[in-house]
Nanobody, 121 residues
Framework: QVQLVESGGGLVQAGGSLRLSCAAS????????MAWYRQAPGKFRELVAG???????NYADSVKGRFTITRDHAANTVDLQMNNLKPEDAARYYC???????????????WGRGTRVSVSS
């Protein structure tokens, strides 16, 4: 059983910062990649930022230069530092990870329940 638990959401004024954290726990053999997605009301879920086991990162164009994703391999955590937040960044943010639970099992995608980020203008 694998769980992803997010924390750090909240309400912030435009131009402010928030830091989201996600911790993976349970039976974890290896984590291939971790990522943050977001979904605003009435919109599709979109990739915000991802990081693989080598530390390579990718970002949505809309957050480049403002958001930074980092990962702690030993702790099985991934953080998202969000600076200069805009009203359009408001959404529910979800942590996702591609995890193998044993050397004999294939990679599987897991999701957290999400944390809400609200940005006031």
């Amino acid at each position: 059983q694998v769980q992803l638990v997010e924390s750090g959401g909240g309400l912030v004024q435009a131009g402010g910062s928030l830091r989201l954290s996600c911790a993976a726990s349970g039976t974890i053999f290896s984590i291939k990649a971790m990522a943050w997605y977001r979904q605003a009301p009435g919109k599709f879920r979109e990739l915000v930022a991802g990081i693989n086991k080598n530390g390579d990162t990718n970002y949505a164009d809309s957050v480049k230069g403002r958001f930074t994703i980092t990962r702690d391999h030993a702790a099985n955590t991934v953080d998202l530092q969000m600076n200069n937040l805009k009203p359009e960044d408001a959404a529910r943010y979800y942590c996702a990870a591609t995890i193998r639970t044993s050397d004999f099992d294939p990679d599987k995608n897991y999701w957290g329940r999400g944390t809400r980020v609200s940005v006031s203008s």
